[in-house]
């Protein structure tokens, strides 16, 4: 498990999977609003990593980036 990460109103929870040759795959989530109202985009990202720590670390910083580039979902 991954640590979750809060920036303003938007979730990032980084995901990680461990591909049959020993390297790792991403993805992150970026989620905001409240039960019925979540609205939430899931970006699988390309990098492969040595290790789950580096790769979840990589899918933190893009979901970062997303939000902080204005294109994160919106909440309905």
């Given at each position: 498990?991954?640590?979750?990460?809060?920036?303003?109103?938007?979730?990032?929870?980084?995901?990680?999977?461990?591909?049959?040759?020993?390297?790792?795959?991403?993805?992150?989530?970026?989620?905001?609003?409240?039960?019925?109202?979540?609205?939430?985009?899931?970006?699988?990202?390309?990098?492969?990593?040595?290790?789950?720590?580096?790769?979840a670390s990589y899918a933190t910083a893009e979901g970062l980036q997303w939000?902080?580039?204005?294109?994160?979902?919106?909440?309905?």
């Amino acid at each position: 498990m991954h640590d979750n990460t809060q920036s303003g109103k938007y979730l990032i929870s980084p995901l990680t999977k461990a591909m049959g040759n020993g390297w790792f795959a991403c993805s992150v989530s970026i989620s905001s609003g409240i039960g019925s109202a979540t609205t939430a985009r899931v970006l699988r990202l390309t990098r492969l990593f040595q290790d789950r720590a580096t790769a979840a670390s990589y899918a933190t910083a893009e979901g970062l980036q997303w939000v902080r580039a204005g294109l994160a979902p919106a909440a309905c």
